[in-house]
């Protein structure tokens, strides 16, 4: 199917791997924490609450779904982990009105409201240096008795020569047989000792290499210790008043643990409603609101206050360049009324612009400051969080740019305060591009105007302001769109819509029951399609380290005059984007 539309062959292959594994749980959260919509998970702290605690009253959550473990102390260890998706699809209806234009038919594609809870495993590995380190005491007491064999051996061969020829001298020969059976046999016993030590270290050699080969028995039986695995979904189709569903994993090592069992099918049912309520979070929110809609405030503003001579428009523009313009076609062609595309394929895609307005309450300047935000929502020190790992890593080189550009400007905190063109960029960002989000933050516990400061006054302040603005346009959007394709395109992975409302709390599921809700063929196709699209890119898309030639990080843009100092800092900063990863 992604050969008629376009895609790459390679990602035709990845979109492939993922459809083979993306029933395994570890998968499932694994495409949460580094997917396109990696910015909802949050760490729960002091204790569950509110859904999460009546649900572990009612034992909805086993014991066995946390490894045996005390639900409090994986809380206190801070390895449990939820996303809430339920506040956002509040009050948005059911789609389905164009599904006639693409299937054919009339259908209802239902909203479902779906939070999951996640557990992180706890290591119990047996640490690779630990065994090395017996290795190495092994090996030394091991020499250690090879030297003192040979000082034996040397020593014992000293003595029956000198004892030989001494008997040889006798005249006796009797004394001489005598002798020389007398040295032989106490020979004898010392070989025996010997091969009874070599012997003992032969079985410490077999203890040893038993006891590495149940290290790799247990890591290969606990490859997913420290990872995050889902263990309960919470699903409430509100808009029909149903009453809410909680679904855990089944028992693994059981027949529940089979894929074709009830059990596990309603596990994989209640992870598709969670993934296809992630997906319309993640188009509008995510992917439009933030990595879009937000970036077309700071271009209009910058367009609107800061002269082309100015030197923060000289930072700025290249990042904004095309912004305004790719969001207007989006508005005409993508989320119009009445050239609404997701609608044709997106459970809530008939109900965008309410979408739009929740997924809006949750932007914050706060949660944009990227080292800040990962250490609010408790994921510093999550392993394997490759999402944070890079991010952070990209934020501390464009944060270090930034800080030698404005240096290049600004001399003091008085050059910051009186440049009143930069003020009022400031100023309008907050005051008319977010002033109708007062209401909102408001609600949210937020600072008015989304958080966005209102002026500025300290070089510091500067630049984490203008790394915030760059870091969105630049390298948050790329993380959460050009691989949408392979973590959304494929849809029993992760569907855009459903035909069936969730399953009551003792319903049977089986294998029909989920081709029946999963969507037709058609929007299927719908899905590669959009996906494909977004996930490519634009002509008038720059990348700093695509070539040497045009490699200057935050070139001057077209038309620009460019000081030998700029130049010499892009320069410096542009070797440091080649070089990461290396």
Same mark, same amino acid.
């Given at each position: ?8 062959k390679t990602d ?6 993922v ?24 760490q ?9 605690y ?16 005390d639900?409090?102390?994986?809380i206190?260890d801070g390895?449990l982990f939820e ?15 164009a599904?006639?234009?693409?299937t054919?038919?009339?259908?209802t594609?239902?909203?479902?409201q779906?939070d999951c809870?996640?557990y992180q495993?706890k290591?119990?590995k047996?640490?690779?240096?630990? #065994?090395?380190?017996?290795?190495e ?5 091991e020499q250690a ?8 051996i ?7 020569k000198?004892?030989n020829?001494?008997?040889?001298s006798?005249?006796s ?5 005598f002798?020389?059976t ?9 070989v025996?000792?010997?091969?009874e030590?070599?012997t003992?270290?032969e ?9 590495k080969e ?16 889902? #263990?309960?979904i919470r699903?409430?189709?509100?808009n ?14 059981t027949?529940r =643990? ?6 596990h ?5 209640a992870?598709m409603?969670f993934?296809?309520a ?9 992917h ?6 937000m ?6 503003s ?26 207007m076609q989006?508005?005409?062609n ?6 609404n595309?997701f ?8 109900n ?12 914050d300047y706060?949660?944009m400051?990227?080292?800040d935000?990962?250490?609010t ?16 890593a990209?934020?501390?080189i464009?944060?270090?740019y930034i800080?030698e550009?404005v240096?290049?400007?600004?001399f ?6 009186? =440049? ?5 960029f ?10 109708s ?8 516990g937020?600072?008015?105007g989304?958080?966005?400061p209102k002026c ?7 630049v984490?302001y ?5 870091f969105n ?8 769109n050009?691989?949408?394709?392979k ?6 992975n992760a569907?855009?819509?459903l ?10 599921i089986t *294998? ?13 196709l719908?899905?590669v ?10 002509p008038?898309?720059?990348?700093y380290v695509?070539t040497k030639?045009?490699n ?14 700029q130049e010499?800092?892009s320069k410096?900063?542009s070797r ?5 990863? *290396?």
């Amino acid at each position: 199917m992604g050969e008629l539309v376009g895609w790459l062959k390679t990602d035709i292959k990845d979109g492939l791997k993922v459809g083979e594994i993306f029933q395994d749980d570890t998968e499932f959260a694994r495409q949460i924490i580094q997917g396109p919509n990696s910015t909802k998970l949050r760490q729960i702290k002091g204790g569950l609450f509110g859904k999460w605690y009546e649900a572990n009253e009612k034992g909805m959550l086993p014991k066995y779904a946390i490894d045996g473990e005390d639900i409090e102390d994986v809380i206190k260890d801070g390895r449990l982990f939820e996303i809430l998706n339920s506040e956002v699809l509040d009050g948005i209806g059911h789609g389905g009105k164009a599904s006639k234009l693409i299937t054919g038919t009339d259908k209802t594609w239902y909203v479902v409201q779906a939070d999951c809870l996640l557990y992180q495993r706890k290591s119990t590995k047996v640490e690779e240096k630990e #065994v090395e380190k017996e290795q190495e005491q092994q090996q030394e007491q091991e020499q250690a008795q090879e030297n003192e064999n040979e000082k034996a051996i040397e020593k014992e061969d000293k003595e029956k020569k000198e004892k030989n020829e001494f008997d040889i001298s006798l005249s006796s020969s009797s004394t001489y047989q005598f002798s020389t059976t007398a040295t032989s046999g106490s020979t004898n016993t010392w070989v025996d000792k010997v091969e009874e030590k070599n012997t003992e270290k032969e079985k410490e050699k077999e203890k040893l290499i038993e006891k590495k080969e149940k290290v790799i028995e247990k890591e290969e039986k606990e490859k997913n210790e420290d990872l995050l695995v889902p #263990v309960l979904i919470r699903l409430e189709n509100k808009n029909d008043g149903e009453k809410e569903t909680f679904w855990h994993p089944p028992e693994q090592g059981t027949v529940r =643990d089979s894929k074709t069992d009830p059990k596990h099918l309603s596990w994989l049912l209640a992870k598709m409603y969670f993934r296809c309520a992630d997906w319309g979070i993640y188009s509008i929110g995510t992917h439009y609101a933030r990595a879009h809609a937000m970036n077309e405030v700071f271009a209009t503003s910058m367009y609107r206050n800061l002269p082309s001579a100015h030197p923060l428009f000289r930072l700025l523009q290249p990042h904004f360049q095309g912004i305004i313009g790719i969001n207007m076609q989006a508005r005409a062609n993508l989320i119009a009324p009445d050239q609404n595309a997701f609608a044709k394929f997106m459970s809530s895609g008939d109900n965008l612009p309410d979408l739009l307005v929740n997924c809006c309450k949750e932007l914050d300047y706060k949660s944009m400051v990227v080292p800040d935000d990962f250490e609010t929502r408790g994921l510093k020190d999550l392993p394997g969080y490759f999402f944070r790992d890079d991010t952070v890593a990209l934020w501390g080189i464009l944060k270090g740019y930034i800080e030698e550009m404005v240096s290049l400007s600004y001399f003091s905190e008085d050059d910051v305060t009186k =440049d009143e063109e930069l003020q009022k960029f400031v100023e309008e960002i907050k005051e008319i591009g977010f002033g109708s989000f007062e209401r909102a933050g408001a609600e949210a516990g937020a600072e008015a105007g989304a958080g966005f400061p209102k002026c500025i006054t300290t070089k510091e302040k500067l630049v984490e302001y203008l790394t915030v603005l760059i870091f969105n346009v630049s390298i948050f959007h790329t993380s959460v769109n050009f691989k949408v394709n392979k973590y959304l395109g494929y849809l029993p992975n992760a569907p855009p819509s459903l035909r069936l409302t969730p399953p009551a709390q003792d319903d049977v599921i089986t *294998m029909e029951r989920i081709m029946e809700t999963l969507p037709q063929y058609e929007v299927a196709l719908a899905t590669v399609v959009v996906t494909g699209i977004l996930g490519s890119f634009s002509p008038i898309e720059r990348f700093y380290v695509a070539t040497k030639a045009e490699n200057k990080l935050g070139y001057m843009g077209e038309n620009m005059a460019v000081s030998v100092e700029q130049e010499a800092v892009s320069k410096v900063w542009s070797r440091t984007w080649r070089n990461i990863g *290396m």
